[in-house]
């Protein structure tokens, strides 16, 4: 899939000016980046346009500002980045214009500069070709590598590919090789799990999911949804009623498709939403009316890993339990550690995203197993929905 892209390999870098387009948005308590891991995954781009006398003009948004504000500056963020990467990160505090032209004017060759937050111009999300034009000026050539932004039109992770020649860095390269031997060109049979709270934010993943996969595991609250659904009481779980007849539609479309859905057949039930409250295993007939079903049971756990076994690839967003609190976590981290177990005997392809389910597979203590973990959040389930990516499309030879 690489193949269809340039990257690196296709452009000499030395003396040049490269606009590199990266993920900075990192989450950041009292000033401090709190997991570094977008920061970690940029690195060797960086690191290799530098090392070949390339000159690193860093772009890259922070938050969601309306209009410049201390609080989204991406300064911090430069400085946690010299630190991992172990090289000087100058900055200047706007990303066009005069301050952004003379920061990139007294560069030489393999300096690394970071511009200032890319949206505190409005133009930037409205892709505005003169804002376009403006950034255009200070780079001979475009590298994006965030592909967890390549979900959004803007200047920076779009309109700059029609601008300056366009290459993916290596993050994005390996993000687009990892992500097509998991869904366009698997090894089959593929298997999905897809987790989380609601239905309501994956009706458009699940519909695609059906008709591209061998089995599809449902967990986590939208589970109960589908359950309902089947007539089955769910107590006072999470469920979302009005979706019943979406949830038998995807199940109508699975069917049609020849892809498997497999829902949980038990369920851990407490009556409070609280960690290490009492709670109890029960057959999916036996759901008190008073309980909430706050991870999947013991059986559900051995179907999903047999499941697991079953399958050559396996693509996962979302923790199918209560994964924050315990004793709510078992359901995803047995599945998660079978996975892994798995993927390290060679006998699975293992790939994940989505926000939550990065933070489930940390806890799970598994994360370095898997075959690939893409950091993206809203970019992974747009493509796991089969959408197009702005910033990945304008990308193509
Ligand atoms: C992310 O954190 O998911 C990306 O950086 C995109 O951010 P956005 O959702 O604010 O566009
Ligand atoms: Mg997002």
Aim: charged share 25%; glycine share 10%; proline share 4%.
């Amino acid at each position: 899939m690489t193949n269809s892209f340039r990257t690196l390999d296709d452009v000499d870098v030395k003396g040049k000016r490269v606009l590199v387009r990266v993920d900075l948005n990192v989450p950041m308590d009292d000033g401090k980046v709190t997991d570094a891991t977008r920061l970690e995954r940029i690195a060797p781009t960086i690191t290799e346009i530098s090392d070949k006398g390339g000159k690193v003009i860093l772009l890259a948004h922070f938050g969601r500002p309306k209009g410049r504000d201390d609080k989204n500056s991406l300064k911090p963020v430069a400085a946690a980045l010299a630190d991992g990467i172990k090289k000087p990160v100058a900055f200047a505090d706007d990303c066009v214009g005069d301050v952004a032209a003379k920061a990139v004017g007294a560069m030489k060759d393999g300096d690394i500069l970071c511009l200032e937050n890319t949206r505190f111009h409005s133009a930037e999300e409205k892709n505005d070709p003169a804002f376009v034009a403006e950034l255009a000026k200070l780079g001979d050539i475009w590298v994006n590598d965030a592909f967890s932004a390549a979900h959004r039109a803007h200047a920076s992770t779009e309109g700059l590919g029609h601008k300056l020649p366009a290459y993916a860095g290596r993050t994005m390269q390996a993000e687009l090789d990892a992500l097509g031997k998991a869904l366009d060109a698997p090894t089959k049979p593929v298997i999905a799990i897809v987790g989380g709270a609601k239905v309501s934010s994956k009706i458009d993943l699940l519909e695609n999911l059906v008709t591209k996969v061998d089995a599809l595991v449902i967990g986590g609250g939208m589970a109960n949804t589908f359950l309902h659904a089947q007539g089955v009481k769910v107590g006072k779980s999470l469920c979302e009623k009005d979706l019943a007849a979406t949830a038998l539609r995807i199940i109508d479309k699975a069917e049609a498709s020849g892809c498997a859905i497999i829902l949980p057949v038990d369920a851990i039930v407490a009556f409070h939403f609280a960690a290490n409250t009492p709670s109890h295993a029960y057959g999916l007939d036996a759901i008190p009316d008073e309980g909430m079903i706050l991870d999947v049971g013991p059986q559900s756990i051995e179907r999903i890993n047999s499941a697991i076994d079953d399958a050559a690839t396996l693509v996962w967003n979302g923790p199918v339990g209560a994964f924050e609190m315990t004793p709510f976590d078992r359901g995803t981290v047995s599945g998660a550690k079978h996975a892994a177990a798995r993927t390290k005997a060679k006998k699975l392809i293992s790939v994940a995203g989505g926000g939550d389910t990065v933070a489930a597979l940390n806890h799970a203590g598994v994360a370095d197993d898997f075959s690939y973990i893409s950091t993206a959040g809203g970019a992974f389930l747009e493509w796991m929905e089969g959408k197009p990516l702005p910033g990945v499309e304008v990308l193509k030879k």
